[in-house]
Nanobody, 117 residues
């Protein structure tokens, strides 16, 4: 049973914007901190941003000022608005939830983002 489903990835040129979305089941979303991670082939998975149930957000230095994470608690969704994209932002982006504590233990299947120079 898929509980986190990402969408919105694609191929864009450097400087463009993309908006990723993640739809979650209520049992996964309600009250839990949600996050976006990314992984490029051959590299470790990288934390990008996270947002608490109350809406407090923090970001990796590599995306701060360019990406914005948001959540809609009525729709059980989180979004990642990505502006001023760079080729180094190319990766598979994953939505994650911290369901059983502070560790992100529930994951989506990912959506590919490719930024050409």
């Amino acid at each position: 049973q898929v509980q986190l489903v990402e969408s919105g990835g694609g191929l864009v040129q450097a400087g463009a914007s993309l908006r990723l979305s993640c739809a979650a089941s209520g049992s996964i979303f309600n009250g839990n901190t949600m996050a976006w991670f990314r992984q490029d082939p051959g590299k470790q998975r990288e934390w990008v941003a996270e947002i608490t149930n109350g809406g407090s957000a923090i970001y990796a230095n590599s995306v701060k000022g360019r990406f914005t994470i948001s959540r809609d608690n009525a729709k059980n969704t989180i979004d990642l608005q990505m502006n001023s994209l760079k080729p180094e932002d190319t990766a598979v982006y994953y939505c994650a939830a911290a369901v059983r504590g502070s560790t992100f233990d529930t994951w989506g299947r990912g959506t590919q983002v490719t930024v050409s120079s």
